[in-house]
């Protein structure tokens, strides 16, 4: 099963998604292995139209080329499949889409953008800063995915919003200018100003949100962002930057059964599908 209308031909597409239904890092309550699958399956409880931009996933060309079958445990073999896979799909001139899986699954397809687009910038919703060295001992762990990005790109090249969580050496890391990061809220965003033409990946943990919206999630965070503050910051990012690829992580269905989360998730990606194409083709 596929994405709601994510039915063009490879050939024909100009987006391409892909689930990495990966979780073995996951510090609390796992589960986002599964995010992936059911986005595809909740997707036909929602409309292809939206309301908000007045454009149809009807009209843009998307394909789904499903999950990755990604090993268990150590976390590289399951990265390189990642990497490989957005390799391709930059190589073939779309923008790949990726699907969590937990936040480590970024890495992958950052890896590959930064070799396709080496002056890129990452523009990072989040609740945790993930900036951590190690975690338990483990550098390739969910919660360093960014400052592993950071090994990539350097200082200045990694924004973050929303933040409200991490530990006394994350925030010391921040504050001496390695990442700049917005706390609490997506306010310093319409200030963000990048050259023209920057490439920018986007990566979406959906913990951002606030968990009396987004409960289906392992690590909660309360303080964070209703579902229009998060919609209105996003199609902000696709109007003013060159998004080159994104991502939506974090979703673990199976911790809410109300299944409110799911479908969440599947309204966001359709709003950023949309909003990626608009821009494309401006």
Known sequence: MSFIAADAPYEAADFVLFGAPYDSTTS??????FGAQAMRT??????????????????IRVHDAGDLELP??????????????????FTDGKTPVLLGGEHLVTLGAVRAAARHHPSLHIIHFDAHADLRADYLGNPLSHACVLRRCHDILGDGRIHQFGIRSGTREEFAFMAEGHVATERH????????????GTPVYLTVDMDVLDPSEFPGTGTQEAGGLRFRELLGALLDVFARFRVVAFDNVELAPTLDPSGRS??????????????ASATATM
């Open 262 to 275: 799911t479908a969440l998730a599947c309204k966001l990606l359709r709003e950023e599908l949309l909003a």
């Open 28 to 33: 609390f309550r796992p589960g986002a292995r």
């Open 42 to 59: 909740e997707s036909f409880g929602i409309e292809t139209f939206s309301p908000y931009q007045n454009r149809d996933l009807e009209d």
């Open 185 to 196: 809220t997506c306010a310093t965003l319409p200030r963000l100003s990048l050259p023209a």
């Open 72 to 89: 268990f445990g150590a976390p590289e073999p399951a990265l390189a499949l990642i990497e490989a896979k957005a390799d391709s799909i």
